[in-house]
């Protein structure tokens, strides 16, 4: 992200919390986590562990690189934003949905037994996930991403 649209949407943030516009505040949450969500690269991911007989099994990798965003219908959010205060430091965390999503990455490596990659193209009718933002002010106001979690993939 640069850093010149960082800033404006860090000061657009804080607009945006004081003035109490709820729906702006949505949006622009929606926009930082999106675009930080499928920008960041490498983005690296285990999958989840097999448990067989009680013998546990790493189940593989899965790394994404250069994502882009190729179509999005909506943004909902499923739970009211908690907002906290501390120092000079916001804390918001949200639960968003993005609706009928599909990403392009540039390249993916998958490893389970065997090995493959190449370039893919990812849909699903909706990804719910957790987001936990730091917004904060020093001599500039700053905007961190903290934490994602995915909560539901289909």
């Known amino acids: 992200m640069g850093g010149q649209t960082f800033v404006i949407l860090c000061i657009t943030l804080f607009a945006s919390y004081h003035i109490v516009n ?3 505040i949505y949006n ?3 926009d930082l986590i999106l675009t930080q969500f499928i920008k960041f690269s490498p983005v690296s991911l285990k999958t989840p562990n097999l448990t ?3 013998m546990l099994f790493g189940f ?3 790394e994404l690189n250069s994502g882009k965003l190729y179509g999005l219908r909506t943004v909902q959010q499923t739970k009211k934003t908690e907002v906290s205060v501390l120092n000079n430091q916001i804390n918001l965390t949200s639960e968003i949905v993005f609706d009928n999503i599909s990403i392009v990455y540039d390249s ?3 490893h389970f037994l065997f090995k493959s990659e190449g370039n893919l193209k ?3 009718m909706k990804i719910e996930i957790k987001a936990n933002l730091l917004v904060g002010k020093t001599s500039k106001c700053y905007v961190t991403l903290d934490s994602i979690q995915v909560l539901n993939f289909g």
């Open 22 to 24: 709820s729906s702006t």
């Open 52 to 54: 067989i007989n009680n």
């Open 28 to 30: 622009n949450l929606g």
């Open 122 to 124: 990812a849909s699903g």
């Open 108 to 110: 993916y490596k998958f």
């Open 60 to 62: 593989g990798t899965l």
